[in-house]
T-cell receptor, first 118, second 118 residues
C-alpha cells in the first residue's frame, strides 16, 4: 500500500517559536494532502486541504496565518505552526491522496506528529 | 452534508468473543465508507472500505464490515476478538456526490475505544 511519512514524530518547543512539520508521500504522487488535528480522546478535525501548486483551503475557524501550509511538490507538504502557544499542543496528522490508479481517491495517513509547546 | 455517528464511546469484549463496533452515516449521494484503527500516539491504519459491490467487506486482521443501505449502517465486526485488537476505531464516510478528482474530504466519527479483556 501507499506510504506516507511525517517528520518529526515528536517535537517540543518554547512558546513563541515556529515549528515545521513535513508530510511526504513515499511511493506515489499526492495531488492532494490533508492536515488534521486530534485532541486527546477525540476524533480528527480537518484543518486544511492542499493541492499541489495552489493555496491551501482552510476549514472554518482555522487561522491560516498561524498554520501555514505549503504543498510545493507532489510528494511533500509542510505545516508550519507560527508563534506557537501551549494551546497549539496537539497531535497533527497528515494524509495524502492521488488521482490514479484507483477509481476513487483513498486517503493514506501519516503516523502523526506530537507537538508540545512549553 | 455528510455525517458519521459512532454511538458507543467504548466497547468492552472478552477475548475470544465476537465484537461489533457500530457506525451509521448520512450522505446525499452514494457513500464510500471506511474503517480505520488508531493505536496510542500513532496515525490511522486502514482496515477496510466499501465502495460498491458485495455488502460484506473483508479487511485486515480478520475484520469485516457489512454495508446496510436501508439502515445506513456500516458496522465493524470480528468473529473472535484478540487482546491486541484493543485500540481506537474510526468510521469515516465520503459522499460520492462530491466532485473534484484528486481532492475530497473524509468525515470521521468520534471514535470508539475497543477494550478486549483477557
Amino acid at each position: 500500500g501507499a506510504v506516507v511519512s511525517q517528520h518529526p514524530s515528536r517535537v517540543i518547543c518554547k512558546s513563541g517559536t515556529s515549528v515545521k512539520i513535513e508530510c511526504r508521500s513515499l511511493d506515489f504522487q499526492a495531488t492532494t494532502m490533508f492536515w488534521y488535528r486530534q485532541f486527546p480522546k477525540q476524533s480528527l478535525m480537518l484543518m486544511a486541504t492542499s493541492n499541489e501548486g495552489s493555496k491551501a483551503t482552510y476549514e472554518q475557524g482555522v487561522e491560516k496565518d498561524k498554520f501555514l501550509i505549503n504543498h510545493a511538490s507532489l510528494t511533500l507538504s509542510t505545516l508550519t505552526v507560527t508563534s506557537a502557544h501551549p494551546e497549539d499542543s496537539s497531535f497533527y496528522i497528515c494524509s495524502a491522496s492521488s488521482d490514479s490508479p484507483s477509481p476513487y481517491n483513498e486517503q493514506f495517513f501519516g503516523p502523526g506528529t506530537r507537538l508540545t509547546v512549553l | 452534508a455528510q455525517s458519521v455517528a459512532q454511538p458507543e464511546d467504548q466497547v468492552n469484549v472478552a477475548e475470544g468473543n465476537p465484537l461489533t463496533v457500530k457506525c451509521t452515516y448520512s450522505v446525499s449521494g452514494n457513500p464510500y465508507l471506511f474503517w480505520y484503527v488508531q493505536y496510542p500516539n500513532r496515525g490511522l491504519q486502514f482496515l477496510l472500505k466499501y465502495i460498491t459491490g458485495d455488502n460484506l467487506v473483508k479487511g485486515s486482521y480478520g475484520f469485516e464490515a457489512e454495508f446496510n443501505k436501508s439502515q445506513t449502517s456500516f458496522h465493524l465486526k470480528k468473529p473472535s476478538a484478540l487482546v491486541s485488537d484493543s485500540a481506537l476505531y474510526f468510521c469515516a464516510v465520503r459522499d460520492e456526490a462530491y466532485s473534484g478528482a484528486g481532492s475530497y474530504q473524509l468525515t470521521f466519527g468520534k471514535g470508539t475505544k475497543l477494550s478486549v479483556i483477557p
